[in-house]
C-alpha cells in the first residue's frame, strides 16, 4: 500500500510539473540620472494571489539579470530595488518563455534609504562585513532545527559532523541574540534550537568583544555566526523531550527546557546514551546515530567525539550522562552577563590490537600488541562572562571558568617483540589501576577605551590560569628479554604524581590614528610568565612490610619549569574601502629556568631572543569575491621534557633523555586564500594554499639496540617544510520550481618534507598526498533527497635513502544519503557509507560497507515523533586502520559499536508567540 502511495505521489508530481509554464526573464538596470549600470540591484518576483516569493535575483556589473523558473500564473509581479533609487514595479505576463523587458531605469529616491533598511524582508543581505539571512525566505521541514536551516542557506556548508563553514570559511563560534550559548560548542545551538524562533542569521568575521567594541579587524580566517531571535519569540517557554530503548541494552534520553523573557535567557539541558553520540539530540532522524569517526583522548581523561568535548571518558563503547543550564541576561543598561554550567559522566571500554613493523637502516624487526582499557570520568565545568558599558566609550569584559574534573582507569598491555626471522627478542606485560583529579581556574578581563571618532583606543588584557592535578597509580609490569646477558625488568609500584601550573598573562594596545579610520599605527606590549612543578614520586612494594614504601629515586621527579617572555610590537594597518594591509614586528625577550629538586646538578636557565613577524592583506573585489593573505614568523622554545637531562626509564623498553642544548624553533608561514560566491548564478568557488618553513625543528631521536630495547632524546633539525592546499567548486541548478541539483567538486593535496633520524642515521622523507572529491545534492520538494559523496585519498612517502622503501597508500570511501518524505508526515532516511584500504595487513578487515537507517513518523499535529533507527543495519562496523612513516607500518583495529535497533519517542512544547513562516515577499539588498 505504501508503494502503491508513493507512486501516485510522484506521477502527481510530474503531472503537476507538465502544467507549469516556464519563464525566462531578462532586462538590465540602469540610473536615470546618471544612466550608468547598477550592480546588485534587487529584482524579484510575486504572485498577485498572496505577495509570496517566486524568485530572486541580482543584477550583474553591467546591470543585467536573468530570472529563470515556472509558475502557474498567468501574471506576476516584478520588484526592482535598489539603495537611494525608487522602487520599481511593474505587472509580468507570462505569456512565452522569453521575455526580454531591455533597459529599466530606477529614479533617484532619498527618502527610501531608510525605509528600505528598517523595513526590508530580503532572503540576503551582504554588507561591508557582514552577510545576513531572512530566516523566513528559506523553506525547510516543519521540525527543521536550525543545523536544517543552515544547509539551506546559500554558501553555507554542513558536514555530517555539524562543522559549519561560509564561504569556504570555517564557523567556530555561535551566538543568540549576540551571546554564547553553552559555551563554545557550536552543535549544542544547532541541533537543540528550533529555526521557527529565528528571525535572521548573521555571519560576520570571529571576532573578541574588545575587538569589536575597538574597531579592530578580527580573525578573517573563521566566522562567527550570530542567530537573532524573532521579536514575538522572546517570551515564553519551549522545548523537547524524548527518549529510546532498543536492542544490547541500547538507549538514549535527551532534554531542553528554554524559558525566553525578552533579554532574559534560561536553557536546561540534559542527556544521556551507550551508542557512542553527543547526548542533546532527540532521536528523530539522523541525529544520534552513533556514527563515530573519530574518537581522541587526552591526557587529562577528558575526551572528544568528532571534536566536541565530553570532559572526560574513552575509546571503543563509550556510556555517557550528561547535563547543563545556561543563563544569559542583561542586569541593567550597559551590564550583561552570560553563565553555563556543563556535567558530564561517562565510562568507556576498549579492547585494541596491532601489529607493528619496525624499519632499521639494516634491519627490521616486528611487534604484536594488545591492551584493554576501562575508565570512569566525570566532568564539571562552569563559564560566566560579564560586559560592563561603562559609557559609550568604555567597555570591560569579564570572563571566569572553572572546571573540575576526576577519572578511574584500568589498563591490561602486552607486547612481543621479533626479529626478522620471527625470533622472540622481548616481551612485556603491564598492568595498571589509576585514580586522578583535575582542577582549573582561569579569568580574563578585558578593558577598552575608545577616544574621539577617529578610531583611536587603548586596550588591556589580563588573563590568569591555575591549573591543578593529582593522580595515583599502581602499576605492575614486566620486561623479559630472551638474551640471558639482559637482565629482566620486574615491578610492582605505587606512583603518586601532583603537578601544578600558573599562567599570568598581560598585554597592552594603543591604536594612533594618521588617517582616521583608515592609517593606524598600533604599539603594544605583552608578557607571559608561566610556571610548572611537577612532583612524581615512587614508590616499589616492600616484601617484608607488605606496604608500597620503598622510595625509587631513579623513577621518581621533582621538576620546577619556568618560562617568562616579554614582547614589545608595532603594527601598522592600513584600510580602505575594498581592502585592507597590516604588518607587525616584534622582538621576543624569553627566559626559561628548569630547577631539579631531585639532581640539582641538572638545573639551568637560558636566556633566549627572537624576531616575530606578521602580515595580513584582504581585497573585495565585489559582494561576491575576495582575496586574504598573509604571512608570519613565529618563536617556541623546546617544552620541559624535552629539556630536561633526566633519563627517564619508566619504560625500560624505550628510555628517554632529554636535550638541554636545545634551540628554539622558528616558524615561516605563509597563506593565500580565494573566495567566491555568486548568488545570482549559484556558483561557488573557495581556494587556499598554505606553506609554512620549519627551523630547529625538534625531533626524536632513537637509537634501537640488539633487543630491539630503545633510547631515546631529542635534537634541533633544518630543512622540514609543508605545503598544503585546497579548493571547492559548489554548482546549484534549480531544474523547476520542485526539483534542484547541486553539484560540489574539491581537491585538496600536500607536500610534507620531513628530516629524521632512524638509529642515528639521518634521512629525509617526502610525503605527498592527493584527496579528490565529488558530492552530488539532488532535492525533490516535499518527495526525496539523494546525496551521493565518493573520496579518494592517495598518499606516497619517498626517502632519500635507499634502506628505506618508498610507500604508497590508497583508500576509497564512498558514502550515499538518502531522504524520503513519503507517505504524509513520514520521513525514512539512509546513510550508507563504503570503506575500502587495500593497505591493510592480512588479518584486519580491508573493505566493509556500513549502513545506518531511520525512519520518523509525525503526529499530534507534529508535536510528538516516533523513530526506529537501525545502527550497522549489515553489521560490517570495522575500524581497522594503517599508520606508517619511515620507521614503522602500523595496523590497529580496536574495539567498535556493533549493530543494534532502537525506538525512541520525542515531544516539543512551544509558549512562545506566532509561530510558523511569515510571509515569504523578500528581497537583497546589497549596500
Do not use: C
Amino acid at each position: 500500500m505504501k508503494k502503491l502511495i508513493l507512486v501516485f505521489a510522484v506521477l502527481f508530481s510530474l503531472f503537476s510539473i507538465s502544467q507549469q509554464k516556464s519563464f525566462k526573464i531578462t532586462g538590465k538596470v540602469v540610473a536615470e540620472d546618471a544612466k550608468e549600470p547598477l550592480e546588485s540591484a534587487t529584482i524579484y518576483l510575486e504572485r498577485l494571489k498572496d505577495s509570496s516569493l517566486v524568485t530572486y535575483t541580482i543584477s550583474d556589473k553591467d546591470g543585467l539579470f536573468s530570472l529563470e523558473d515556472r509558475t502557474y500564473d498567468d501574471i506576476l509581479k516584478m520588484y526592482i530595488s535598489y539603495v537611494g533609487y525608487a522602487t520599481f514595479t511593474k505587472d509580468i505576463t507570462i505569456d512565452k518563455e522569453n521575455i526580454d523587458l531591455g533597459d529599466i531605469q530606477l529614479k533617484v529616491d532619498n527618502n527610501v534609504l531608510d525605509e528600505v533598511i528598517i523595513k526590508s524582508r530580503a532572503p540576503i543581505t551582504v554588507k561591508k562585513d557582514t552577510l545576513e539571512f531572512n530566516v523566513s525566505s528559506f523553506k525547510t521541514k516543519k521540525d527543521a532545527n536550525v543545523e536544517d536551516l543552515l544547509k539551506k542557506l546559500p554558501g553555507v556548508e554542513v558536514d555530517a559532523e555539524g562543522n559549519i563553514t561560509v564561504n569556504g570559511k570555517p564557523v567556530n563560534k555561535i551566538l543568540v541574540n549576540g551571546k554564547p550559548f553553552f559555551g563554545d560548542d557550536p552543535t549544542i545551538t544547532t541541533r537543540n534550537l528550533t529555526k521557527e524562533i529565528i528571525d535572521k542569521v548573521q555571519v560576520t568575521d570571529t571576532k573578541t568583544k574588545a575587538e569589536a567594541f575597538s574597531g579592530e579587524e578580527g580573525d578573517d580566517q573563521n566566522k562567527t555566526i550570530n542567530l537573532t531571535i524573532k521579536e514575538e519569540n522572546n517570551k515564553g517557554v519551549f522545548g523537547r523531550l524524548a527518549a529510546g530503548a532498543g536492542t544490547d541494552d541500547r538507549n538514549e534520553f535527551a532534554g531542553i527546557l528554554n524559558i525566553f523573557d525578552n533579554d532574559r535567557r534560561i536553557s536546561i539541558l540534559a542527556g544521556g546514551n551507550n551508542i557512542n553520540s553527543p547526548s542533546f539530540s532527540f532521536g528523530e532522524i539522523e541525529r544520534m546515530l552513533g556514527n563515530i569517526s573519530s574518537v581522541s583522548v587526552s591526557s587529562t581523561g577528558a575526551f572528544s567525539i568528532n571534536g566536541r568535548s565530553f570532559g572526560g571518558g574513552g575509546q571503543g563503547i563509550v556510556t555517557s550522562r550528561n547535563g547543563g543550564v545556561n543563563y544569559a541576561d542583561e542586569i541593567t543598561k550597559g551590564f550583561d552577563v552570560s553563565a553555563d554550567y556543563f556535567y558530564s559522566d561517562s565510562s568507556s571500554e576498549n579492547d585494541t590490537r596491532s601489529e607493528s613493523e619496525n624499519i632499521l637502516p639494516d634491519r627490521r624487526f616486528f611487534t604484536n600488541s594488545e591492551s584493554r582499557d576501562v575508565s570512569d570520568n566525570r566532568n564539571h565545568r562552569f563559564n560566566t562572562e560579564f560586559d560592563i558599558k561603562i559609557d559609550s566609550t568604555f567597555l570591560i569584559n569579564i570572563r571566569p571558568s572553572f572546571t573540575f574534573g576526576d577519572t578511574e582507569r584500568f589498563n591490561n598491555a602486552s607486547n612481543q617483540s621479533f626479529d626478522e626471522n620471527n625470533v622472540l627478542t622481548n616481551q612485556s606485560t603491564s598492568s595498571s589501576i589509576s585514580e586522578g583529579e583535575v582542577r582549573n581556574f582561569s579569568n580574563r578581563v578585558d578593558a577598552t577605551k575608545r577616544f574621539g571618532s577617529n578610531g583611536s583606543f587603548i586596550k588591556f588584557g589580563l588573563t590568569t590560569t591555575f591549573n591543578n592535578n593529582e593522580g595515583e597509580n599502581f602499576q605492575r609490569s614486566e620486561a623479559l628479554f630472551e638474551d640471558l646477558n639482559v637482565p629482566d625488568v620486574i615491578r610492582d609500584q605505587f606512583i603518586n604524581n601532583d603537578g601544578e601550573s600558573t599562567i599570568i598573562s598581560a598585554n597592552a594596545t594603543y591604536r594612533i590614528p594618521i588617517i582616521a579610520k583608515e592609517l593606524f599605527i598600533d604599539t603594544k606590549l605583552s608578557y607571559r610568565s608561566s610556571k610548572d612543578n611537577s612532583l612524581n614520586s615512587n614508590f616499589d612494594f616492600n616484601d617484608v612490610t607488605q606496604e608500597y614504601d620503598l622510595f625509587n629515586s631513579q623513577l621518581s621527579s621533582d621538576f620546577e619549569y619556568i618560562n617568562n617572555r616579554f614582547t614589545p610590537s608595532v603594527d601598522v594597518t592600513y584600510r580602505k574601502e575594498k581592502w585592507s594591509i597590516s604588518g607587525e614586528v616584534g622582538y621576543v625577550f624569553r627566559t626559561i629556568e628548569n630547577e631539579d629538586a631531585l639532581r640539582p646538578e641538572l638545573s639551568d636557565k637560558r636566556d633566549f631572543e627572537a624576531v616575530e613577524l606578521s602580515s595580513n592583506f584582504n581585497y573585495r573585489f565585489s559582494n561576491k569575491a575576495s582575496i586574504y593573505s598573509g604571512y608570519s614568523l613565529s618563536n617556541s622554545p623546546p617544552d620541559l621534557r624535552q629539556l630536561q637531562a633526566f633519563e627517564d626509564v619508566s619504560n625500560p623498553l624505550n628510555i628517554i633523555t632529554g636535550n638541554p642544548d636545545l634551540e628554539p624553533t622558528n616558524t615561516h608561514s605563509l597563506y593565500a586564500g580565494y573566495n567566491k560566491f555568486d548568488f545570482q548564478k549559484g556558483t561557488g568557488f573557495f581556494g587556499n594554499l598554505n606553506v609554512s618553513v620549519v627551523q630547529n625543528q625538534i625531533i626524536t631521536r632513537t637509537l634501537v639496540d640488539d633487543n630491539f630495547a630503545r633510547r631515546t632524546t631529542y635534537d634541533n633539525v633544518n630543512g622540514n617544510f609543508r605545503i598544503s592546499g585546497s579548493g571547492r567548486f559548489n554548482k546549484t541548478v534549480k531544474i523547476d520550481s520542485v526539483r534542484t541539483l547541486k553539484l560540489n567538486l574539491g581537491l585538496s593535496a600536500g607536500v610534507n618534507r620531513r628530516i629524521n633520524f632512524n638509529d642515528d642515521v639521518k634521512y629525509a622523507s617526502t610525503n605527498t598526498t592527493l584527496g579528490p572529491s565529488l558530492g552530488v545534492t539532488f532535492t525533490w520538494k516535499d518527495i526525496l533527497e539523494l546525496r551521493p559523496n565518493y573520496r579518494l585519498s592517495f598518499t606516497s612517502t619517498d626517502f632519500d635513502i635507499n634502506n628505506f622503501e618508498d610507500q604508497e597508500f590508497t583508500t576509497h570511501n564512498l558514502r550515499l544519503r538518502t531522504t524520503t518524505y513519503l507517505p504524509k508526515k513520514f520521513e525514512w532516511r539512509n546513510d550508507l557509507n563504503y570503506n575500502f584500504n587495500p593497505n591493510v595487513a592480512d588479518g584486519f578487515q580491508r573493505s566493509s560497507w556500513f549502513w545506518n537507517s531511520t525512519v520518523a513518523y509525525s503526529f499530534l499535529r507534529d508535536k510528538a515523533t516516533l523513530t526506529l533507527k537501525v545502527y550497522d543495519l549489515l553489521n560490517q562496523n570495522t575500524n581497522a586502520r594503517r599508520v606508517s612513516n619511515a620507521n614503522f607500518i602500523q595496523d590497529t583495529q580496536s574495539t567498535v559499536l556493533e549493530q543494534y535497533f532502537l525506538l525512541s519517542f520525542s515531544w516539543k512544547f512551544n509558549s512562545l508567540g506566532s509561530k510558523g513562516e511569515t510571509r515569504s515577499n523578500n528581497f537583497i539588498i546589497f549596500d
